[in-house]
């Protein structure tokens, strides 16, 4: 059965303090995996995607990393506005598979 | 924003009832797509529709139906509503390249 697993379930940063989130998936032909950002009560916000093991892409203080298995998304020196759900998801021919995210906290 | 619109974006209605989801895609995007997102499941995948065709199911259930208009425009159609069914229910859309799904603000539904 297609999976994905986001770990940890939640994480609580000091601002400045780097770290990664990590995206293990189970699937038979990944097309695409995707990484969304979610405040509370609001529809995800599109991030990155990446389509093939070795694939970086970067955008301010996040950074996305797929491998075979997983994808990582670096956060360099957060700021207390990184805080948020986020969703990572993958897409498995018509299907896209979401994981239950991380809520991530930073402190200021 | 996202440019993809849904309303209502509160929705408070009783057991058995049945109500209808609006959203409107990005303009020029043929795909719409559909979500539930509870506290407990997370974001699950109903159903897609591709240029007015449905193009793939997710976990929909039997009560809830959707269609995808000439306009484009998507409705999301549930009945004989359970308290279960309270959740936010998300509309999101894509292009040609149907991976990047844009998402839009969510209508929450709440089954009393």
């Known amino acids: 059965e297609d999976q994905v697993t986001q770990s940890p379930e939640a994480l609580r940063l000091q601002e400045g303090e780097s770290s990664s989130l990590n995206c293990s998936y189970t699937v038979s032909g990944l097309r695409g995996l995707f990484w969304y950002r979610q405040d509370p009560g609001k529809g995800p916000e599109f991030l990155f995607t990446l389509y093939s093991a070795g694939e970086e892409k970067e955008k301010e203080r996040l950074k996305a990393t797929l491998t075979k298995k997983e994808s990582f998304l670096h956060i360099t020196a957060p700021k207390p506005e990184d805080s948020a759900t986020y969703l990572c998801a993958v897409q498995v021919k018509d299907k896209i598979i979401f994981g239950k995210g991380t809520r991530l906290h930073i402190l200021p | 924003d996202s440019g993809v619109t849904q309303t209502p974006k509160h929705l408070i209605t009783a057991t058995g009832q049945r109500v209808t989801l609006r959203c409107s895609p990005r303009s020029g995007d043929l795909s719409v797509y559909w979500y539930q997102q509870s506290l407990d499941q997370g974001l699950q995948f109903l159903i897609q529709?591709?240029?007015?065709?449905?193009?793939a199911k997710g976990n929909i259930l039997e009560r809830f139906s959707a269609q995808q208009f000439p306009d484009l425009h998507s409705e999301l159609n549930l009945s004989s509503l359970e308290l279960g069914d309270s959740a936010l229910y998300f509309c999101?859309?894509?292009?040609?390249?149907?991976?990047?799904?844009?998402f839009g603000p969510g209508t929450r539904l709440l089954v009393l």
């Open positions: 529709y591709y240029n007015g065709e449905e193009r």
């Open positions: 999101a859309s894509s292009g040609w390249v149907q991976e990047t799904q844009y």
